[in-house]
């Protein structure tokens, strides 16, 4: 038997509100362990191979996808290659997120320093961006493989780009600080 379309959207609506709370914790465990941990150099050294594998997987996940989105746009690619590309690296991105606020809990972040605090802002926003995405490729899956992006409404093309921009806006913030944060340390 097929659920109806209302009992469809309210079901997502409430996996994401779950989603959005699940993010907030996780954030607010990572730094309330972070700034209490101090851990042998040895914990660090290896937290801090974790964490940068994980900006590998995570911000590697992020532009392949937004990649697609734009190849996508252009009339390189279809919808259909692009939902195919979103299925195999959302769950690489949820892993690499776990993987950057276990890992970042072992590397003693510096709450006092405005910077680390734009950083974490921005992780923030990165992983709430990603429970709010789903609403969109709930929608996106709706629509036909081979519609093209030019063809949706710009209401619809506006939220494909706000999404993506904010995405790899918040990725990109989180490493540059997070360079920074090291070299200066
Ligand atoms: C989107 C999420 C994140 C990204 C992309 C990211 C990225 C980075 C990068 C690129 C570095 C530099 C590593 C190096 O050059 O050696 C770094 C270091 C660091 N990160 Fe993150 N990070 C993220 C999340 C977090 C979180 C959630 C925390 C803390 C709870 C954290 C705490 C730290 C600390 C303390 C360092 C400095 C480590 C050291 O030099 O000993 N990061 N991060």
Request: overall charge negative; charged content about 30%.
């Given at each position: 038997m097929t659920t109806p379309l209302i009992e469809r959207h309210r079901r997502s609506r409430h996996r994401r509100a779950l989603g959005y709370w699940c993010v907030l914790i996780a954030m607010y465990a990572s730094l309330a362990l972070g700034s209490t941990l101090r851990p042998p150099a040895g914990i660090h050294y290896s937290a801090l191979f974790v964490h940068l594998a994980s900006v590998i997987v995570g911000l590697g996940a992020a532009v392949l996808l937004e990649f697609y989105g734009l190849q996508w746009a252009r009339g390189r690619a279809t919808l259909d290659d692009l939902r195919r590309i979103e299925r195999s690296v959302t769950g690489l991105a949820w892993l690499a997120i776990a993987g950057l606020l276990a890992s970042g809990a072992l590397l003693?972040?510096?709450?006092?320093?405005p910077l680390t605090d734009i950083k974490m802002l921005a992780v923030l926003i990165v992983a709430m961006n990603g429970v709010a995405m789903t609403r969109l490729t709930g929608e996106l899956a709706?629509?036909?493989?081979?519609?093209?992006?030019?063809?949706?409404?710009q209401r619809f093309r506006f939220w494909c780009v706000w999404s993506a921009s904010v995405s790899q806006a918040g990725w990109w913030t989180a490493v540059v600080i997070g360079m920074l944060n090291t070299s200066s340390a």
């Open positions: 003693e972040p510096d709450l006092a320093d709706r629509l036909p493989g081979s519609v093209a992006f030019a063809r949706l409404p």
